[in-house]
């Protein structure tokens, strides 16, 4: 089918190269190998250029073909919780502690800490701002397990980070009483 | 302690969940990679279609010479055939006519 639209790629990487990136890095927690999942989803994208036919559907088909790609990476490696907390640490940890916000620095690397469909449907909940219907369609999931893996992550999430910022957020209310 | 209410520790995920600027290195590096995919491809050296033709042509006599001889077989095979019914033929024939001799004799006997 003909369509209008006749994108750059040069442009569509510019456009959306923080977000493949970001999305490789926080499911898989290491720079170096999200930097070449991007890469592989960019090429990937220009060979199927010509079937891509709004700029919408450019960003849903990066986000769809970066989710898949990172969770076949992290199949690959074999990427065992123990592996991922101390690749975490060495890698992502410290560009997160860069960050100006300790709290939201500690929560970055606590999401990584998660089960992968918890963490995929948190990253693209709260990075991309999606739905759960747009997250059920790129990760072609049914709705109620997107649902569940939401509910579920973010409660294992946020009893992980009362767990560890209790010290945090002591300092936060004293600091509030002033 | 707790986050609360539940929108304030949303909020706090959507902040730390921010997009992260992507490295100047992945543009440069995937430039790189697009172009290197894109360059015309290379002829092959004389060498190289020297050994392709000898590997093609070996082949292809290697497929004639069994050829001609799955041919010879069948024509051997054919030729033990016609030999073998030739015979039978030349039994039957030697048998009909002692039959008839026989049958012959009987008629004169009587």
Known sequence: MAHEWQPQFEQLVDEHQSMVFSLALRMTGDRGLAEEIAQDVFLEMDRHLGRIESAEHARFWLRRVTMSRSADALRRRRVRFFDLFVEIEEHHGAAAEERSSPLGARLEHLLTTLPEAQRAVLVLRYQEDLTPEEIAATLEAPLATVKSNLQRGLKLLRAKAEGSLKEFIRKKEWVREL | ?110
């Open chain 2, 1 to 110: 302690m707790s986050f609360e209410p539940t929108e304030e520790f949303e909020q706090e995920l959507q902040q730390a969940l921010e997009r992260r600027p992507a490295p100047p290195s992945l543009k440069r590096r995937l430039m790189e990679r697009r172009g290197r995919g894109r360059e015309p491809r290379r002829w092959p050296v004389a060498w190289e279609r020297l050994a392709a033709s000898l590997a093609l042509f070996a082949v292809l006599a290697g497929a004639a010479a069994w050829d001609l001889h799955e041919r010879e077989q069948r024509r051997q095979g054919e030729a033990a055939r016609q030999q073998v019914l030739t015979a039978l033929r030349i039994t039957g024939h030697a048998l009909d006519q002692m039959n008839d001799q026989l049958a012959a004799r009987g008629r004169g006997e009587e």
